[in-house]
């Protein structure tokens, strides 16, 4: 069962608005979620991050927001650069117990940022 | 350090013969992670290891597969009898406890092409 879910998977934004890449989950147990960059030919990067307990974490261009009670988040890349072309990954964690903090990704979003 | 290490980088292997893959973690990680990722989808958890500790292993872990960690150093992943299916990119991860917020340090993968 896909318990993390990107249902876009394609999103095309002009250079310098705003990109909004969105995930769902459905396993309750998870209380951390990280989004991943990833280029061809290379592993994934972190992004960032949030915990389960805040509902907004920035950093910089990034912004992910959390509505637990619609299991769902958000990454938001504003102003959004030609470089941030990438694919996406949302991914969760549910940290604690006999889980060993493995991750759960979604399928991911190509964003294309045009110039 | 240069971060996670894998090789080779590219390996393509005829049907039914082994092949075996090498990670690097960063020095001070005790934890390591396989993760398979095939085309159009994100990285799927394989097995993990804490310290030369097997911990978890993923139902995808079919008993061709086999995984190490001696010494609590580096790690091998062989997959013997390769079939077409095994196609795709091997992904590995180290980490520290309590690293769940600052993610997880990808390797670049393996890919692996099954002909």
């Known amino acids: 069962d896909q318990q993390v879910k990107q249902n876009s998977p394609s999103l095309s934004v002009q250079e310098g608005r705003i990109s909004i890449l969105n995930c769902d989950y459905t396993n309750s147990m998870f209380d951390y979620f990280l989004w991943y960059k990833k280029y061809p030919a290379e592993g994934p990067t972190f992004l960032i991050s949030?915990?389960?307990?805040?509902d907004k974490n920035e950093d910089g261009r990034f912004t992910v927001f959390l509505n637990k009670s619609a299991k769902h988040l958000s990454l938001h890349i504003v102003p959004s650069q030609p470089g941030d072309s990438a694919v996406y990954f949302c991914?969760?964690?549910?940290?604690?117990?006999?889980?060993?903090?493995?991750?759960?990704f979604g399928q991911g979003t190509i964003l294309t940022v045009h110039p | 350090d240069t971060g996670v290490s894998q090789n080779p980088r590219h390996k393509i292997t005829k049907r039914g013969q082994n092949v075996t893959f090498r990670c690097d973690p960063i020095?001070?990680?005790?934890?390591l992670y396989w993760y398979r990722q095939t085309l159009g989808q994100g990285p799927e958890f394989l097995t993990y290891f804490q310290n030369e500790a097997q911990l978890e292993k993923s139902r995808l872990l079919s008993d061709r597969f086999s995984a190490e960690r001696p010494k609590g150093s580096f790690s091998t992943l062989e997959i013997q009898r390769t079939e077409q299916g095994d196609s795709a990119m091997y992904l590995c991860?180290?980490?520290?406890?309590?690293?769940?917020?600052?993610?997880?340090?990808f390797g670049s993968g393996t890919r692996l092409t099954v002909v």
């Open positions: 991914a969760a964690l549910a940290y604690g117990g006999t889980s060993y903090g493995k991750l759960t």
């Open positions: 020095s001070e990680h005790n934890r």
């Open positions: 991860a180290s980490s520290i406890p309590q690293d769940q917020l600052s993610g997880y340090t």
């Open positions: 949030i915990s389960s307990i805040k």
